[in-house]
């Protein structure tokens, strides 16, 4: 295995693992993660959260998977953020045996929904994989505004979170099988 392989596998390890030691060298009590009602994956703008959607929807359990920047809209960031925490609240009472799993795009939109910090998880691309997201973007039809916005929100996603925090992913499908592992989630056939 190559050092870059070792970091990133490292970088995963804190969303697969749930426990700790925490101060007084007392262990942690560990959350099952999979039987929480409500989490949050933080991807900045940009980084792949329609994909993973799209990859993740085709497994059965009772965890929804919600793209909250496709489910809500407004006119500025209040009225978004407003219309947001009403349409969770309301699938919450819609649907009470459902678990919740919210894409967003940064932090404080999770802790404005009501997510605690512990079900919160950071995620970012590698380089590699973000500069292959960047190529991907036609600058002809979009222009490099968009490709400019979404290096800056990356950048300052990497930067409020602390280190130990943030996982870094070098593959979508690497991601994809953490996240199905963790909420015990199982392909149909």
Known sequence: ????????????????????????????????????????????????????????????SDLVIVDMDDAISGRDELERLANGKEYIDGLIVKFPKKRFLLLLPTRDESDYYGVDKDNAFVVCPSIKIFEQLKGNIDVSVLGSDVINEMEKARLALIRETETEQLNIFDSFEELYSVIKTVYKLQSTF
């Open 1 to 60: 295995m190559d050092s870059n392989s070792i970091v990133l596998a490292g970088g995963l390890m804190s969303l697969a693992v749930r426990g700790g030691i925490g101060c007084y060298n007392k262990r942690k009590r560990i959350k099952k993660l999979h039987k929480q009602k409500l989490s949050s994956l933080i991807m900045s703008k940009g980084c792949g959260k329609s994909q993973l959607k799209k990859s993740l929807q085709s497994l059965s």
